[in-house]
């Protein structure tokens, strides 16, 4: 007979003796009756057995139960034993019984119900009155996917265990694809578990990780605090690093993610982020990267001119106050112009040139909107700030709209206030004030022709006298003096539309094609007062001088149409848009002889949900030729994926393509590659290889990327299911 075992597997002395004294009792019995020829005197099968343990009734069923007397009242249970009690449940062919301790060995079978948890062992050892015990060589199983073995499992509360020797895997079989052992934990199964002195393992053959001091997993839960997997790699500019991150699991509204990241040319730096939500109308993140370049040499610093202390941060909030009041921050900063160069990740990190702080608080109404908006940058292209900030700026714009009393006339109105701000070079007030009047008259029904007057009042505190050299840059020279200026426009619109639908009759899937043609024209005069000597901080507002031109474009649409099936609706959606516009300048034409503005064109191409192509581009006629052309195609089939995509701009001399592709190569096998390319220096910014190939309980990803000036990473990622991924990073 197995000795009854105590909460946490303790073994008592009395109950040792109590139950050799019940053996002893028991085995001189069957002797008596084997020599007398008699069987042993067994129960046949009966009602259910009910007994009280622990101020709780428990139901107890088998094939045989047999109640030995004494004073420890020994019942044994043999053959499809089940005891039930509350939310417990134990199973097994032969059950022991102490009803005066509660104390149960079971053996044969074994099966645990904890709730809704089930527990296998070789021998379970339960207290039906404390409800702890032991389940020896024990497995379990966690919806959806946990599965946790060990050599031995304390039950200490409904659904928490005390682990020894035990193995954490979300992989199916007897020998998973992957495991954690540790030599003891805990685990709660409907939270989380976790452990000391852990290992990860390959097959249960290769121990990759060979020793983890700490090991955490939630169990059917998305969020739960505890230490994710290291990332470790090396490279020829940081050395040595590692990355440590820890999740906390603040509450339901709020989480973090931290890192501690290593560099053993660098320092010791901190990674995080902070994600929070306070209603369904307000939420936020805050993450940041921060190191302190200690093991880096003054002599390198020096020379890139960095300081010790470099990170950036980003902090975005976004409030809905009132259906039309809402609160947007988008808030970047760094501390200088070359941390994003050397610690960012992607191609877009690494090439940016600003980092800006927007603050808007938005007030929309039917035809009006109030916006008023806070601006700070950084430009990181440049080592002298001459950044101009605008805090705040304040902007009121309406609509085209119905006059009040004479419901032929329209009016438009945009007003606005900014102060400017400068490190180095003057800043200054301005206030703007531009209202129009508009007449449409719509002539024979075939073009509408709209007549409009206008008039702009912008005021300033500064007045331009010229330029000046400060910390080797040019600066406009200002001094205070209130001035402002008055300017008068009008002109007239000229506009109509024709449109031809053409039936195909499911011809490519499309029903019918309509055509549209939309010219139109806009004649515009100003004249003004004091036109000169303004400061000139926004080109769009300031540079707005003596105007005499004549604004043209033409627009090409076809729109498709899908058929309709007899529980469907037709699908509708624009197939080709051409935009070709351009200005004839009067007044430059007397000047200069060179009447005309750029031409610029758009373009867009997409004659199905698989297929999109867009360009726009703007060409000189004056022998500058192309200033600046873009190019988007996106393209899928089936299992591929393409991006193709190209920039370029004649004034700030940015020149470069890009292309994107993916595949599935296997059902659990896909690639991608990805490429930009600098043409006006002929060489490859960045390039990216690398493959994610996904198992029942893991993915394996691998990724090469090559980077101008020799700069090549590798990466080689774990993703365990349901737990995290861990990795390493290769650099030379």
Not at 227 to 253: C, H, M, Q, R, V
Not at 678 to 685: E, I
Request: glycine share 8%; proline share 4%.
């Amino acid at each position: 007979m197995s000795a009854p075992f105590l909460p946490h597997g303790r073994i008592s002395l009395s109950g040792i003796g109590n139950v050799l004294a019940v053996a002893a009792s028991c085995l001189a019995a069957i002797a008596l009756s084997l020599s007398l020829g008699v069987a042993p005197a067994w129960a046949q099968p009966k009602s259910p057995l009910t007994i009280r343990a622990g101020g709780q009734e428990a139901t107890i069923l088998a094939d045989q139960i047999q109640e030995v007397g004494g004073a420890n009242e020994l019942l044994i249970a043999v053959g499809n034993v089940e005891i039930t009690q509350g939310q417990s449940r134990l199973l097994a062919d032969r059950v022991e019984l102490n009803r005066d301790t509660g104390e149960a060995v079971a053996q044969g079978r074994v099966v645990f119900f904890d709730a809704e948890d089930r527990l296998v062992g070789d021998r379970v050892d339960y207290n039906l009155k404390t409800g702890t015990g032991v389940v020896h060589n024990a497995s379990t199983f966690s919806a959806p996917y946990y599965r946790l073995s060990a050599e031995r499992m304390d039950r200490v509360g409904q659904g928490l265990y005390n682990v020894y020797r035990g193995v954490f895997t979300t992989c199916e079989g007897d020998e998973p694809a992957w495991s954690f052992k540790m030599g003891s934990g805990t685990v709660a199964l409907d939270d989380i578990a976790y452990g000391q002195n852990a290992s990860f393992w390959i097959a249960d053959k290769l121990p990759l990780v060979p020793w983890l001091p700490f090991f955490a997993a939630a169990l059917r839960r998305e969020r739960q605090s505890g230490f994710l997997f290291p990332e470790f790699g090396t490279s020829s500019k940081k050395g040595l690093f590692a990355k440590i991150p820890y999740y906390w699991a603040i509450s339901d509204s709020q989480d973090m993610t931290i890192s501690l990241d290593t560099f053993t040319r660098r320092g010791v730096g901190v990674e995080g982020e902070y994600r929070y939500i306070l209603s369904q109308q307000a939420r936020g993140t805050f993450s940041g990267f921060f190191i302190r370049e200690m093991l880096r040499s003054s002599g390198d610093r020096a020379q890139l001119d960095v300081p010790e202390n470099r990170g950036f941060f980003s902090y975005k909030h976004d409030w809905q106050i009132m259906p039309r009041l809402s609160l947007k921050v988008d808030a970047n900063a760094t501390t200088d112009d070359l941390v994003f160069r050397e610690y960012g990740d992607f191609l877009q990190d690494r090439s940016r040139q600003r980092a800006e702080t927007n603050v808007f608080l938005s007030r929309a109404w039917d035809t009006w909107s109030l916006v008023a908006n806070v601006l700070w940058y950084q430009d990181l292209t440049i080592p002298v700030a001459t950044e101009l900030q605008r805090v705040p700026e304040i902007k009121l714009q309406g609509l085209r709209q119905p006059v009040p009393g004479a419901p032929y006339l329209q009016y438009q109105t945009e007003a606005s206030f900014t102060n400017f701000l400068r490190a180095v070079g003057d800043g200054g007030v301005r206030l703007d004030v531009h209202p129009r009047v508009f007449l449409p008259v719509p002539v024979a029904g075939l073009f509408t022709l709209t007549p409009f007057a206008g008039g702009r009042t912008t005021y300033y505190n500064q007045r331009a006298v010229g330029l000046r050299a400060t910390r080797g840059v040019t600066v406009e020279d200002t001094i205070h003096e209130d001035r402002v200026r008055l300017q008068a426009e009008g002109g007239v619109e000229a506009e109509t539309r024709a449109s031809r639908v053409f039936q195909l009759d499911g011809a490519g899937g499309i029903a019918a094609l309509q055509h549209v043609i939309e010219p139109r024209m806009t004649l515009l005069q100003i004249r003004g007062f004091n036109q000169k000597a303004n400061p000139q901080f926004d080109p769009s507002i300031d540079r707005i001088g003596r105007v005499n031109e004549i604004t043209y474009s033409l627009t090409n649409r076809l729109n498709a149409k899908t058929g309709s099936g007899p529980n469907a609706e037709p699908v509708r959606w624009e197939m080709v848009r051409f935009v070709v516009s351009q200005t004839l300048n009067l007044r430059r034409a007397i000047s200069q002889g060179q009447p005309f503005e750029d031409l610029t064109g758009d373009f867009i191409f997409q004659p199905n949900t698989m297929f999109r192509f867009r360009a726009d581009a703007a060409y000189n006629l004056y022998g500058v030729g192309l200033r600046s052309a873009n190019t988007d195609l996106t393209a899928t089939y089936r299992d591929v994926a393409l991006t193709v995509g190209s920039r370029f701009n004649d004034i700030s001399g940015v020149n470069y393509a890009t292309a994107q592709v993916s595949a599935k190569l296997l059902s659990n096998l896909d690639a991608h590659a990805a490429i930009g390319y600098d043409v006006r220096n002929g060489s490859s910014v960045e390039s990216r290889v690398g493959v994610d190939w996904r198992f029942q309980c893991f993915a394996i990803s691998a990724e090469y990327v090559n980077r101008h000036k020799d700069e090549n990473e590798f990466r080689f990622f774990i993703s365990l299911l349901g737990v995290g991924q861990t990795g390493t990073k290769l650099s030379r």
